[in-house]
């Protein structure tokens, strides 16, 4: 199995910055791509950012420019950098990753999300 850790949120001001981390462990063969969520109160889930295998990123337009996804392979985490936060960041921020297991099965994972808050 496959187990996806988020890590860093907090209550910042608009304009801070805050960096989350998601730590993959488990029966990992090879992760094919991993992503962050957000989900606002009350708002669908929608799509931040994702890295893949080769390193190719792609952002949702609300964030690009502001937000910045990289990886250490060696640990398996995963890290997104956000700055110039605005309220409208505020939301339940989840990790997704694609993954092959040991046993070569594909496994689609979530982590348990974590909250980021931007009020003054």
């Known amino acids: 199995q496959v187990q996806l850790v988020e890590s860093g949120g907090g209550l910042v001001q608009p304009g801070g910055s805050l960096r989350l981390s998601c730590a993959a462990s488990?029966?990992?063969?090879?992760?094919?791509?991993v992503g962050w969520y957000r989900q606002g109160l009350g708002k669908q889930r929608e799509f931040v950012v994702q890295?893949?295998?080769?390193?190719?990123?792609n952002y949702a337009g609300s964030v690009k420019g502001r937000f910045t996804i990289s990886r250490d392979n060696a640990k398996n985490t995963y890290y997104l950098q956000m700055n110039s936060l605005k309220p409208e960041d505020t939301a339940v921020y989840y990790c997704?990753?694609?993954?092959?297991?040991?046993?070569?099965?594909?496994?689609?994972?979530w982590g348990q999300g974590t909250q980021v808050t931007v009020s003054s």
């Open positions: 890295i893949s295998s080769d390193g190719s990123t």
């Open positions: 488990g029966s990992i063969f090879r992760i094919d791509a």
């Open positions: 997704n990753a694609l993954v092959v297991t040991t046993s070569r099965s594909a496994h689609d994972s």
